[in-house]
């Protein structure tokens, strides 16, 4: 069964980085990309961008160009986010999911990054 | 920015039909996608590519497409279908960059 694990909940200081993990099970890692999506407190879901897992492609949101990478190691099919220069306002819910090409299907069980002084 | 947009709530009692809309320019040339999120859970998607199903997903989920609008039915809504639905589509302009709806509050009393 398709499986996605994320690391654990992070604590970071205005102007830190962030990197998050996301191992893929289940599947053939190289066959799908790795989306990313966030999650503030009580609000919607927010695109953040999208990885090929064959290629290393990316296509990320305009408002986070410059501060985001993502990155794929398919030895250990593992996808990673860093979100660089936190704000108070990058505190949120990040959740990695499984994309043929954009389109989330599989997610993993979510990773909360809070961002305090 | 493209945005798609959806209604903040819907409320049905349970056995009721609920329909729940996203709307947005690019859907006559793009598929919408639904997720499900429970309290405290990750999303789960619940219809891909305008109206297919996953497998394990009720019969009871359907979705449509026409024009700018999309639309998730939940035909005899049951207590355990309440939840935040979400729809996901991309802008037209080449990009392929996601984009999801605000979301709608499904409530089934």
Same mark, same amino acid.
């Given at each position: /069964?398709? /499986? &996605? ?6 604590? !970071? ?10 191992? #893929?099970? +289940?599947?053939?890692?190289? @066959? ?6 966030? $999650?503030?407190?009580? $609000? +919607? %879901? ?8 064959? *290629?290393?492609?990316? *296509?990320?949101? /305009? ?9 794929? =190691? ?8 860093? &979100?660089?220069? &936190?704000? @108070? =306002? ?9 994309? !043929? ?7 993993? /069980? ?8 | 920015?493209?945005? &798609? ?9 349970? +056995? ?23 309290? +405290? ?30 639309? %998730? ?9 309440? #939840? =935040? ?5 991309? =802008?037209? @302009?080449? *990009? ?8 709608? !509050? %499904?409530?089934?009393?």
């Amino acid at each position: /069964q398709v /499986q &996605l694990v994320q690391s654990g909940a992070e604590v !970071k200081k205005p102007g830190a980085s962030v990197k998050v993990s996301c191992k #893929a099970s +289940g599947y053939t890692f190289t @066959s799908y990309g790795i989306s990313w999506v966030r $999650q503030a407190p009580g $609000q +919607g %879901l927010e695109w953040m961008g999208w990885i090929s897992a064959y *290629n290393g492609n990316t *296509n990320y949101a /305009q408002k986070l160009q410059g501060r985001v990478t993502m990155t794929t =190691d398919t030895s250990t099919s593992t996808a990673y986010m860093e &979100l660089r220069s &936190l704000r @108070s =306002d990058d505190t949120a819910v990040y959740y990695c999911a499984r994309a !043929k090409t954009g389109d989330p299907d599989y997610w993993g /069980q979510g990773t909360l990054v809070t961002v305090s002084s | 920015s493209y945005e &798609l947009t959806q209604p903040p709530s819907v409320s049905v009692s349970p +056995g009721q039909t609920a329909r729940i809309t996203c709307s947005g320019d690019a859907l006559p040339k793009k598929y919408a996608y639904w997720y499900q999120q429970k309290s +405290g859970q990750a999303p789960v998607l619940v219809i891909y590519e305008d109206s297919k199903r996953p497998s394990g997903i009720p019969e009871r989920f359907s979705g449509s497409s026409s024009g700018t609008m999309a639309t %998730l039915t939940i035909s005899g809504a049951q207590v355990e279908d309440e #939840a =935040d639905y979400y729809c996901y589509s991309t =802008d037209s @302009s080449g *990009n392929h960059r996601g984009v999801f709806g605000g979301g709608t !509050k %499904l409530t089934v009393l």
